[in-house]
């Protein structure tokens, strides 16, 4: 793809991007243009407050669901050679180019050799900033994918305004949730407890799947990708106030 094509397609992109009023929808959005430039998978992450988990601060997240399983079981954040590079730069940076230039160890080499398994053997990772300092990142993978000087700006502009939309967009979303249904409410009020699908459903009379069904609107009004993330989108705004 030339670069006025990559452009053109960018452009595109955020155009529809700015047009776009649901969180969900942007995603499918953002995977189809990253698969244009042959990145298969994309996360886009924003920095956790003060007690929240990593799993809760996904804004979007296409990586394999067993290699980000695996991932936080093991701890790898802690020795990842990229994530280790956000301390050192606020540039865009590819995998490629911080493997080349530092000394990998053995855990460090594991975690690539991982990720190469999993299908992602090049990414490239777009810091998000402001004067304050980081505020999140977007990062990209493929097996085989585009990061020519001239695909990288486009790149960076895409994914900085993927990450602020999505901002936007939760925040406004998140404020305007005054739709939740009392069984919807209940339902995360017993998952915020640590109850199971089935536990919940033997208290309120009814199927795991109804109780399913009712997490699953909840994380769609919340605009979220997983029950953690609604279940703290509810107490954030005082939703799971008895």
């Known amino acids: ?54 799993d809760d601060c996904f804004l979007l997240n296409t990586f394999p669901d067993d290699w980000v399983r695996r991932y936080g079981e093991c701890g790898y954040i802690k020795s990842d050679p990229i994530v280790r590079e956000l301390y050192l730069t606020y540039q865009p940076f590819s995998w490629s180019e911080v493997i080349g230039r530092r000394e990998v160890g053995l855990v460090e080499q594991q975690i690539m050799a991982e990720c190469q398994s999993a299908g992602m ?27 020519t000087a001239e695909h990288r700006g486009a790149l960076t502009l895409a994914s900085i ?36 699908d089935w536990e919940i459903g033997q208290i309120l009379l009814i199927s795991s799947k109804t109780v399913n069904y009712h997490i699953e609107n909840a994380k769609r009004k919340f605009g979220v990708a997983t029950r953690v993330q609604a279940i703290v989108s509810a107490l954030r705004f005082g939703r799971l106030a008895n």
Not at 15 to 40: C, Q, V
Not at 129 to 146: E, F, I, K
Not at 186 to 196: D, T
């Open 1 to 54: 793809m030339s670069q006025r094509e990559v452009e053109q397609l960018t452009l595109e992109f955020v155009a529809a991007l700015d047009a776009t009023e649901a969180s969900t929808a942007i995603t499918p959005m953002f995977s189809s243009y990253a698969d244009r430039l042959g990145f298969t998978h994309a996360t886009c992450l924003r920095v956790p407050e003060a007690g929240e988990q990593l």
């Open 121 to 147: 053997k090049e990414g490239f990772v777009v810091p998000i900033y402001q004067g304050g300092g980081y505020t999140g990142l977007v990062s990209l993978a493929g097996r085989d994918p585009m990061i």
């Open 161 to 196: 305004y993927v990450h602020n939309k999505l901002m936007t967009l939760r925040r406004h979303e998140a404020h305007t949730q005054s739709d939740l249904t009392e069984r919807e409410l209940e339902c995360l009020r017993w998952a915020a407890a640590g109850k199971s």
